[in-house]
């Protein structure tokens, strides 16, 4: 039997009216994002990823 992936709520951010998002702090400095990294968004079973690229 497969286990449920391990899921952990990192933060939370809303929507501007420009459809911009913040990232929280926490994911910022969990990922080691920087000013100027890119980030992709995917879809995989119906679930949004929001990654940093490191392809490009």
Same mark, same amino acid.
């Given at each position: 039997?497969?286990? @449920?992936? =391990?899921?952990?709520? $990192?933060?939370?951010? &809303? %929507?501007?009216? &420009? ?6 702090? =926490?994911?910022? @400095? =969990?990922? &080691?994002?920087? =000013? ?5 968004? $995917?879809?995989?079973?119906?679930? $949004? %990823?929001? &990654?940093?690229?490191?392809? %490009?």
């Amino acid at each position: 039997m497969a286990e @449920e992936p =391990r899921r952990e709520v $990192l933060g939370i951010s &809303k %929507i501007t009216y &420009k459809f911009q998002v913040t990232i929280p702090k =926490r994911v910022r @400095e =969990r990922f &080691k994002f920087k =000013r100027g990294d890119i980030v992709v968004f $995917l879809e995989e079973d119906g679930t $949004l %990823i929001v &990654k940093k690229s490191t392809e %490009i």
